[in-house]
């Protein structure tokens, strides 16, 4: 491996399930006026799995694609990181099942359970394994996915308006400096942990009739805290990842927040010191989609032509736990 490799986003893919709903209709079902969630939120629709339709099932779809657009086979995998909040079972881990559907042989896979950060949290990871890898196993698949409606209470507005179900991928791979990832840093504050959660089905409170006829399995979420953290964590990653690196945020090609209200990250923007068409941002079309919603912005900015080699991009991601992290990526050349 040469001196000066460096590790780059090399293939992307994204897997929405067919169904999608509309905020319209949705609003309607809850009893509120048809505007209400996007007016609110931004989002006009979400994508929901259909019965059966399971976590892994997405994401091996999404690596597939993002394997295609990389020029690569499953056999050139050396490791799959999958972050979701929302795995097929508690154990074994999702991603062992999507090297199976995959049928990456060589690869090893593990979960990555940092909520919404989740994609920046697992791309740090696979940055320190291939590093360590010293070139003999040179790819690695990063992967975010989340079927969120499994885990929702349909009367609970708060929750059934913003999180959809989706999934993407990435593949790293090398390149030459002076182009790649990083740096990457990350965070997490537990003392936040309670701010949005699933109570029920751990070992703190195992599944009982009880805790099933009290929807202990569905999302809690504390709007408030949650909408006060993003107004506080977004500018200040912001801040962090330009004055670390010498540069000014209007430097920045793309940044690919976590969006889990695209209306409400799109008003922070010129208190960031951005423009508002500085930032990818999706979750109009698919509303909160936690671990997927970086990897699938940065699926769509790749296929609609809108980075180029050289291009400064930062990603920016925030969720339960609460836990962020941010990453600056040069892009490389096509």
């Given at each position: 491996?040469?001196?000066?490799?460096?590790?780059?986003?090399?293939?992307?893919?994204?897997?929405?399930?067919?169904?999608?709903?509309?905020?319209?209709?949705?609003?309607?079902?809850?009893?509120?006026?048809?505007?209400?969630i996007?007016?609110?939120?931004?989002?006009?629709?979400?994508?929901?799995?259909?019965?059966g339709?399971?976590?892994?099932?997405?994401?091996?779809?999404?690596?597939?694609?993002?394997?295609?657009?990389?020029?690569?086979?499953?056999?050139?995998?050396?490791?799959?990181?999958?972050?979701?909040?929302?795995?097929?079972?508690?154990?074994?881990?999702?991603a062992?099942?999507?090297?199976?559907?995959?049928?990456?042989?060589?690869?090893?896979?593990?979960?990555?359970?940092?909520?919404?950060?989740?994609?920046?949290?697992?791309?740090?990871?696979?940055?320190?394994?291939?590093?360590?890898q010293?070139?003999?196993a040179?790819?690695?698949?990063v992967?975010?996915?989340e079927?969120?409606?499994?885990?929702?209470?349909?009367?609970?507005?708060?929750?059934?308006?913003?999180?959809?179900?989706?999934?993407?991928?990435?593949?790293?791979?090398?390149?030459?400096?002076?182009?790649?990832?990083?740096?990457?840093?990350?965070?997490?504050?537990?003392?936040g942990?309670?701010?949005?959660l699933?109570?029920?089905?751990?070992?703190?409170?195992?599944?009982?009739?009880?805790?099933?006829?009290?929807l202990?399995?569905?999302?809690h979420?504390?709007?408030?805290?949650?909408?006060?953290?993003?107004?506080?964590?977004?500018?200040?990653?912001v801040?962090?990842?330009?004055?670390?690196?010498?540069?000014?945020?209007?430097?920045?090609a793309?940044?690919?927040?976590?969006?889990?209200n695209p209306?409400?990250?799109?008003?922070?923007?010129?208190?960031?010191?951005?423009?508002?068409?500085?930032?990818?941002?999706?979750?109009?079309?698919?509303?909160n989609?936690?671990?997927?919603?970086i990897?699938?912005?940065?699926?769509?900015?790749?296929?609609s032509?809108?980075?180029?080699?050289?291009?400064?991009v930062l990603?920016?991601?925030?969720?339960?736990?609460?836990?962020?992290?941010?990453?600056?990526?040069t892009?490389?050349?096509a």
């Open positions: 491996m040469r001196e000066d490799t460096r590790w780059a986003i090399r293939g992307t893919g994204a897997c929405l399930p067919e169904r999608c709903v509309p905020s319209d209709e949705l609003s309607r079902s809850l009893g509120l006026d048809p505007s209400w996007e007016d609110r939120t931004g989002i006009r629709r979400r994508h929901l799995a259909a019965p339709q399971a976590a892994s099932d997405l994401a091996a779809a999404a690596a597939a694609r993002a394997l295609d657009a990389a020029g690569l086979d499953a056999a050139d995998v050396g490791l799959i990181v999958l972050g979701t909040s929302t795995p097929d079972l508690i154990a074994p881990s999702t062992c099942r999507v090297q199976a559907l995959l049928g990456a042989r060589r690869a090893a896979a593990f979960d990555v359970a940092a909520a919404c950060t989740g994609y920046v949290f697992g791309l740090q990871a696979a940055l320190g394994w291939l590093a360590a010293r070139g003999s040179p790819y690695a698949l992967v975010g996915v079927v969120y409606s499994r885990f929702l209470n349909p009367a609970d507005r708060g929750t059934v308006a913003v999180f959809g179900d989706g999934a993407a991928a990435t593949v790293i791979g090398p390149v030459p400096a002076p182009y790649g990832i990083g740096p990457v840093t990350l965070g997490s504050d537990g003392s942990a309670d701010d949005v699933i109570p029920a089905g751990g070992s703190r409170t195992p599944a009982t009739a009880e805790t099933l006829a009290g202990g399995h569905t999302i979420m504390d709007g408030r805290a949650v909408r006060g953290f993003i107004e506080r964590i977004f500018p200040r990653l801040a962090e990842a330009t004055e670390a690196a010498g540069l000014k945020p209007a430097d920045l793309l940044v690919v927040p976590h969006q889990p209306r409400l990250v799109a008003a922070l923007a010129p208190g960031a010191g951005l423009d508002p068409g500085q930032l990818a941002i999706v979750g109009h079309d698919v509303g989609i936690g671990a997927a919603s990897p699938f912005a940065l699926d769509r900015a790749v296929r032509g809108r980075l180029t080699g050289g291009d400064l990603l920016a991601g925030f969720g339960a736990g609460v836990t962020w992290g941010h990453a600056l990526i892009w490389p050349p």
